[in-house]
């Protein structure tokens, strides 16, 4: 069974892209409140390891005082546990000032190049400007902008999981061709 799994690796690669890319595009919230979930135990039991650690490490005698890394990051993941949508929000608008700031950024490279004689054409100022928007929307409704997100890598995930499907079996095909040709040409030696 082992040996099965092992040798179709392609092959589970792409039903497993393709199960997560349709699970993220029929439930997008549900999907980005787990995944907010998921990282937020998985700080709590940070947390908890290195507490643990520090207790240990204190019975010998080693460690001078609480860390606060350790309470910081159990917080932190309760937190995210605790209010999952809060993050979604902090995660989505800090994403759409980036994105805001690098639209603004370019948009004003672009002009201070015109400004000093570069002859700019006006197409290269419109992909600038749409990530300024982008950025904007996102910035001003967080929700909208984590599920479209989650839909878009959903997709993603589901291409991806088509090729590596497609590419496993084009390659099983070449390797049978191969083994084919191989066992013709050693029939023909003899």
Known sequence: MKRFFRENQGIWTGIFSIVLGIIMVAWPGLTTRMIVVILGIL????GLLLAVGFLRRRSHGTALRMPLTPSISFLVGLSMVAM??????ILMIVFGILLTIGGIDQLVSLA?????????PWFFFITPAVILLIGLYIMF???LSASGFMMLFGITAIVFGVIVLYDEHMLNRAVKTVQ??????EEESF
């Open 141 to 143: 409704s967080p929700s």
């Open 84 to 89: 999952p949508q809060l993050f979604i929000h």
């Open 112 to 120: 201070t190049a015109r400004r000093y004689g570069l002859s700019i």
């Open 180 to 185: 084919a040709i191989e066992v013709h040409d």
């Open 43 to 46: 700080l709590m039991l940070t």
